[in-house]
Structures are given as C-alpha cells and as structure tokens.
C-alpha cells in the first residue's frame, strides 16, 4: 500500500533554533496535511497543502508542497517550548483515494 | 461546537474482559474514523465510516475488534475479549464529507488492558 515517510522521528533542539520536518511518498500525492499532537493531547489539523510547489505560511511555520507532488516539509524557525508535540503528515492519493499518516516527528525544545 | 466526544477518557480493564470505546462526531460532519495510538505502531487507522457505512476496516486488527455506526450521531468499537498488546490511546475524529477533509480528532480513550 502506500507509504507516508516522515523524517527526522525525533528532534531535539535549543529554543531560538530553527526545525524541519519531512515527509516523503512513493507515489504522487493530490494533497498533504500538517497535524499537530501536543503531548497529551490529540491531533489538531494545521494545513492543507494542493497545488504543485505551494507554499503557506502560520507566522513561524512554513509549509512546502514540492513540485512533483511527492514530498512536503514543515519549517519552524526561531521554536519556541510551545512548539513541542508531535508533528505529523498525511497523504492523500490519487488512484484509490488513500490517506495515510506518516510515523510523526516529535520535537522537543531546551529552554 | 463540542467538537469530537469520546468516552470514557480512561479505561483499565482486565484480560479477557470486553471493552466499549464510544465517540459522537461533530454534527453535520458525514465521516467518521476510529485511529489507535501506541508508542510503537504510531497512528493507526482502524476503521473508516461514511454516511454511517463502513467503507475501510482493512486497519482492523483481527476478529476481536468490531465498530458500528448506528446512526449519524454515535458510534462505537469494541474489542472482545481483550489482550494487554490492545493497550493505547484510541482516537476518533469526524469530517465534513469525506476522510480526504480536515479531520477533527476527539481528546482520545487511554485504555489499559492488565
């Protein structure tokens, strides 16, 4: 079936520093979303990303849609310790109409 | 909006014994998603329901487990008998129309099987 990747699985950085998360497919993509899971907590929808190349933009978070529809990222720059949690993609496909989520990158932050 | 309603928050239960997750979606929304949570096996989809109809239980892990929609309102998974590996977080969410929608997670059921 098929596969979402999320790399890295864990991130560990200082507050101030900048993070990236990605998520890559085996097959192309007509849509990707972004959740977030606060420990604890449960996922909360962040964005949903379309079109070829597409970028959007939540204050620090920065979301990439690449151009072969196969791969996205999530850029936070300057995190902060509210931005621990579990960030995860999930991928819709085309030929069956399949979504899945990938494993989630946790990032934690050093104050 | 109350958003997505699980019951019970926590449940902790014996071996064996059968355990009733239950969930109410948001009101108008027409899917409806069962997910499992663990530390190994990350998010999980169960099962899958649209217009109150099962449309993908191929998550469903084996007989023991089983889910029903009865009505727009209100749906449920069972897990008969259960085993301590069936231990995590049990996730519903409900969106507007199909599951390619934003998903609206409810605050999870922690169970724990002894």
């Known amino acids: 079936g098929q596969q979402v990747m999320q790399i890295p699985q864990y991130q560990h950085v200082q507050e101030g520093e900048d993070f990236t998360t990605y998520c890559n497919s085996s097959?192309?993509?007509?849509?990707i979303q972004w959740y977030k899971q606060r420990p604890g907590g449960h996922p909360v929808f962040l964005i949903q990303?379309?079109?070829?190349?597409e970028v959007k933009k939540q204050k620090r978070l920065t979301f990439q849609f690449g151009e072969a529809k196969k791969n996205s990222s999530l850029h936070i720059t300057a995190t902060q310790t509210t931005d621990v949690g579990t960030y995860f993609c999930?991928?819709?496909?085309?030929?069956?109409?399949?979504?899945?989520f990938g494993a989630g990158t946790r990032l934690t932050v050093k104050p | 909006d109350a958003g997505v309603i699980q019951s019970p928050r926590h449940e902790v239960t014996e071996m064996g014994q059968e355990v009733t997750l239950r969930c109410k979606p948001i009101?108008?929304?027409?899917?409806l998603f069962w997910y499992r949570q663990t530390m190994m096996r990350g998010l999980e989809l169960l099962i899958y329901f649209n217009n109150n109809v099962p449309i993908d239980d191929s998550g469903m892990p084996e007989d023991r487990f089983s889910a029903k929609m009865p009505n727009a309102s209100f749906s449920t998974l069972k897990i008969q008998p259960s085993e301590p590996r069936d231990s995590a977080v049990y996730f519903c969410?409900?969106?507007?129309?199909?599951?390619?929608?934003?998903?609206?997670f409810g605050p999870g059921t922690r169970l724990t099987v002894l």
């Open positions: 969410a409900s969106s507007f129309v199909q599951w390619t929608d934003t998903q609206y």
């Open positions: 999930a991928g819709e496909t085309y030929n069956n109409n399949d979504m899945r």
């Open positions: 990303l379309v079109k070829s190349g």
């Open positions: 009101s108008g929304h027409n899917s």
């Open positions: 097959t192309t993509l007509s849509n």
